[in-house]
């Protein structure tokens, strides 16, 4: 047997509304910080072009294993500096196919760059081989960074509308 309720429409609507103001508010704050703001990409391309520097010179073996090691250092420090910082944490389930792609995509332009900005000044002396190397590769980073860091982010918003219309209908 199934009792129905009478619903006003009016009231939903306002209900509706109430819950989903703040709800945008999370999203403008995920899309607003999602990097962890200019600090933290122009910090880690600072840190992605002295390394690069460093590895275009002619050094040791132990030279090259070291330089490798304080960039991996660095790195990881930025990302516990900067995650700490975000006032909005993402649920597991928040993080979407977007992201994953943006991430590869990334890794992918970056890698690409250095190779391919590398073979291109072979032929110049390694000091100014390395400078013209971390330039481009480095450049090419923070040109790729804020629009695929805007489209993995602006996802969410339609994600989050998606995940409650598909659990309303149940």
């Known amino acids: 047997m199934a009792v129905s309720t009478p619903v006003d429409a009016e009231q939903a609507w306002k209900d509706l509304q109430r819950i989903r103001v703040p709800q945008e508010r999370v999203y403008d704050e995920i899309e607003r910080c999602a990097s962890g ?17 460093c590895t275009g010179l002619d050094l040791p073996r132990w030279g090259v294993w070291l330089a490798v090691a304080a960039y991996v250092a660095l790195l990881s420090v930025l990302a516990v500096i900067y995650s700490r910082r975000s006032r909005v944490r993402l649920h597991h389930s928040r993080y979407n196919w977007r992201m994953s792609a943006t991430f590869v995509a990334g890794a992918v332009v970056t890698g690409g760059t250095t190779l391919l ?3 291109l000044v072979e032929s110049l002396e390694p ?3 390395g400078l013209i190397r971390a330039t481009i590769t480095t450049a090419a980073f923070l040109l790729f960074i804020g629009p695929a860091t805007r489209w993995a982010t602006g996802s969410l918003r339609g994600h989050g ?3 409650t219309r598909g659990g309303a209908g149940r």
Not at 37 to 53: D, I, K, Q, R
């Open 37 to 53: 703001g200019p600090g933290a990409t122009y910090t880690t391309a600072a840190t992605m072009w002295a390394f690069l520097a």
């Open 117 to 119: 900005s590398g073979r």
């Open 127 to 129: 000091t100014v081989a």
């Open 161 to 163: 509308e998606r995940a």
